[in-house]
């Protein structure tokens, strides 16, 4: 089964910047669209990011819109997510998922994915 991994996360203080790793070894990422989510305990996951199979579409949540970037590096096998301008409310553990088929205008909803990486924390504080 397909198993992602994600890596990158840290402690950063406000306005710091990370960039998160999502890779899949042994499987072709290219196949799937993926979708970044966040997660704070007691709360729901929530959808970040997802980009398509081909990189060419990207959709973000609005409460990481013009600071967060997911791309994808199909040679090396990996999806990334850059966060800038990170503040407290970012505080989260961070995961991937993928998807062979969705609706790029759907695809931050949880609901389109049903196997997510154990996660990466990203603490954001002073």
């Known amino acids: 089964q397909l198993r992602l991994v994600e890596s990158g996360g840290g402690s950063v203080q406000p306005g710091g910047s990370l960039r998160l790793s999502c890779a899949a070894p042994g499987f072709t990422l290219s196949l799937y669209t993926i979708g970044w989510f966040r997660q704070v305990p007691g709360k729901a996951r929530e959808g970040v990011s997802c980009?398509?199979?081909?990189?060419?579409?990207?959709n973000y949540a609005d409460s990481v819109k013009g600071r967060f970037t997911t791309t994808r590096d199909d040679a090396a096998n990996t999806v990334y997510l850059q966060m800038n301008s990170l503040q407290p409310e970012d505080t989260a553990v961070y995961s991937c998922a993928p998807v062979r088929v969705v609706n790029m205008v759907t695809c931050t909803l949880n609901s389109e994915y049903n196997n997510w990486g154990q996660g990466t924390q990203v603490t954001v504080s002073s």
């Open positions: 980009i398509s199979k081909s990189g060419s579409s990207t």
